[in-house]
């Protein structure tokens, strides 16, 4: 049996498994029955780790062990397989995410939290920075930061940033506007996002920036920055680059400079 490494290299990263694991399935989906023998002189995979390997397998829900001597292997349907790798997906999030949920009361996040101040105070403000890349890292640092907001924050985003940061920020900013965190947010406003900035204005004051500048910036009580490198519109959110800086000296300067452009911006109405 001939397999391409690009096809296995494929399966590997769709189906979260490693090399000899998928030799092995696509070995067995070739033969829809097989003995682990057999199957380690199709895949070459080293006999000594075929039964492991099939094990995995069975436990994730790729194949079938079927009883009798000698011990025989089945291939499940590709969709069929798919729909166990799905629900398995979803058991183990929700596994993990009660889990992690816990932590909120467990004494583990009192340790954590008992090493992160009292190692914090021997770091250099120069060191509270670093970079971040993928559109959904970056949206998920702010979101952080916009949680431990206590006076203010800013937001320059772009015409389809408005409408982006609509999903992933408005649960976070409502809870802030209720803390009576002043919100201030500013972008391009047309009818392709007047709705998104008309709903941002139930927690923000809202402005547009149209024809005044073009940038990608968060800033949170004057003292954290996160600034974007790239254009959205040029580039794929994979692809999507921002730097995260913790400096009242920054930030309080890009927000005085933001603030004399703000007066003189269109209220969205």
Known sequence: MIVRDEFLSRLRKIFDLNLYEVKVWTALL????????ELSNISDVPRSRTYDILESLEKKGFI???????????????EEVIERVKKNLVKYAKERTERLEKLHDDEVLGELNSLFTKGIK??????????????????????????????????ITTRDGLNRKMEVLMPT????KKRGVKIRIAAPVDSTNIKIAKEFKKVAEVKDIEGKMKARFVIIDGNQLMFMLLDDEKFHPNYDVGIWVNTEFFAQALEQMFDMMWKELKAVK
Do not use: W
Request: some cysteine.
């Open 64 to 78: 079938l062990m079927k009883l009798g001597k000698p011990i025989k292997f089945v291939a499940l349907k590709p």
């Open 30 to 37: 070739s033969r829809g029955t097989s003995t682990a023998g």
């Open 173 to 176: 900013l409502d809870k802030c």
């Open 122 to 155: 021997f770091v250099e403000p120069s060191d509270l920075s670093g970079s971040l890349r993928g559109r959904q890292n970056l949206y998920n640092h702010i979101d952080m930061m916009v949680r431990g907001a206590e006076k203010s924050i800013t937001i």
